[in-house]
């Protein structure tokens, strides 16, 4: 048998190419936006979805982080969606039919993370495949918490983020 002779994943034609991306959002980041604008050429519908790190105290709640991003978003002709779970990640992508996961990688320190993260997911839900992006150059320093530390000694964050989350980062901390 042909190494390759596998029966093709089912595509009906006209089918939405969805992805979900992840994450936990404290606050979205230029590096994160960046990711979608990337992963919008590859997939018709992006889903991003605010989920739950335990090991997380986020700054900004639950709400508070969905609609910093819904903001992000409300031009995109409904090719966004915001989204949030208390559950798996793979869960919510079964359940809304949803095949691809969008994760950044901004290092080689990520990958470690990421590998176990995806394989993790796998293991859950085999139908579900982990995409990873390349972070562009420019976002490869930054992360919510380093962005949310100079934040809060009032250090230059203009640039990073989106105006009206670094509005909203001044507000925490002011
Ligand atoms: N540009 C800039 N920063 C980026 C980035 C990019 N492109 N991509 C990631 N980051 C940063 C984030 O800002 C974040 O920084 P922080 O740690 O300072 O907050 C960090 O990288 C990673 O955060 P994020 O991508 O939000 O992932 P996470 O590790 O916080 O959360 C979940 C990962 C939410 C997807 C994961 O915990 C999850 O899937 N939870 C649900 C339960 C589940 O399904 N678990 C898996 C199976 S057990």
Redesign the pocket.
Known sequence: MDEFDLPLPDLAPGVTRSALY?????PI????L??IHRGLSLFDKITVIV????S?TPLFNLEERCELLQECFKNFNGRVAVDY?S????DYAVQNNISAII??L?AIS?FD?EFQ?AL??RR?APSVETVFLM?GFK??Y?????I?NAARFQGNISGLVPPHVEAALKRKYS
């Open positions: 992840p994450g936990t959002f404290d980041t230029n590096g994160h960046e990711i989920a739950l790190n335990v997380k779970t559950g798996l990640i793979v994760r950044g901004r990520d993370y993260l993790m997911n859950l972070t976002w490869i930054i992360s919510s918490s380093g949310k």
